[in-house]
């Protein structure tokens, strides 16, 4: 088995940060670069995009809150993916991925981008909805991933 790059999807939770510190460890391991990757999914605002008065679509949409929220995104996402690679990086060679989408597809075209040896991810042992939305990513990942796929599973309370 030779690995050489590993990528690492993260976003802002306690299961992502323990996929990452496994990620990072398997990637020393294997003196292996690092792609450090985060999807920002695009905010579905129910916004009314009809003219009150004659009940048209406006071809206008997309206005100032829409960027500020898009900017804002941006920079949650920089600031994730710096704090990740300076707590966890050390010593190692690592390229950022930040990215509009949806989480699995976006995952998955950075890995091949990065032509990645092994995908890192992380899920969580829960249930109901957290367990669907969540176990989604993870799922769409592995079924459509043409390389290894590791996801570190994180049950709350340990």
Request: proline share 4%; glycine share 8%.
């Amino acid at each position: 088995m030779q690995i050489k790059k590993v990528i690492i999807g993260i976003d802002d939770s306690k299961y992502a940060e323990h996929a990452a510190k496994y990620g990072f460890d398997m990637a020393r391991q294997f003196s292996a670069a690092v792609g450090v990757v985060n999807i920002i999914e695009p905010v579905v605002t129910p916004l009314d995009t009809s003219d009150n008065m004659l009940g048209v679509p406006l071809t206008n949409v997309g206005g100032p809150e829409e960027i500020d929220l898009i900017s804002a995104q941006s920079d949650n996402s920089e600031k994730l993916i710096r704090r990740t690679v300076n707590e966890m990086a050390a010593d190692l060679q690592v390229t950022y991925f930040s990215e509009y989408g949806s989480t699995a597809d976006g995952i998955l075209q950075c890995a091949k981008e990065f032509h990645a040896d092994l995908i890192v991810i992380g899920t969580h042992k829960r249930s109901g909805l957290d367990r669907f939305l969540m176990g989604d990513v993870a799922e769409g990942v592995m079924r459509r991933a043409t390389v290894p796929v590791l996801v570190v599973p994180f049950v709350e309370g340990h």
